[in-house]
């Protein structure tokens, strides 16, 4: 038989022991939980933070060299899925970037190396294109 001391501490490892398993899996399932929010942040906050790049380049190459104009001729040479600038309301845009992302597929091919205005304003489009778009101006169309 053993000692009553040596049996109550037993028992105690083994209700221990016993919730031990719960408490690693409550873990175990917060643990993922975090990382799975991590995650989806990063996956909404990378695009954004790529373009946002861009953006700076633009900025500084823009900053360095004046406002940039380019002619139609200019613009029409940049008309492929590797190199594609379009024109909106005058102001011109590189969104070769941007083609592998646009959610209406090859559509944004369309107009490539042309005036893309009325496409581009068409019902298809959320009003966050209008903020997005300007990530991609490199300059203004000479008239």
């Known amino acids: 038989m ?5 049996q109550a501490a037993t028992s105690a490892s083994l209700s221990q022991l016993l919730a031990a398993p719960v408490k690693f899996e ?4 917060i643990a993922v939980a975090v990382l799975l929010g991590i995650l989806g942040a990063l996956l909404l906050l990378l695009p954004r933070n790529r373009k946002s790049g861009h953006l700076e380049k633009v900025q500084s190459n823009s900053s360095a060299q004046g406002s940039k104009s380019y002619t139609k001729v200019d613009v029409a040479l940049h008309n492929k899925r590797t190199d594609c600038w379009i024109i909106i309301k005058d102001k011109v845009y590189d969104v070769t970037s941007y083609v592998e992302e646009h959610p209406g597929g090859d559509a944004i091919l369309t107009h490539a190396g042309d005036d893309s205005t009325e496409g581009f304003f068409g019902p298809q489009h959320a ?3 209008f903020d997005m778009i300007e990530d991609f101006y490199i300059g203004d169309l000479k008239q």
């Open 127 to 129: 009003t966050r294109v």
């Open 2 to 6: 053993k000692p009553k001391l040596l």
């Open 26 to 29: 409550a873990m175990v399932i």
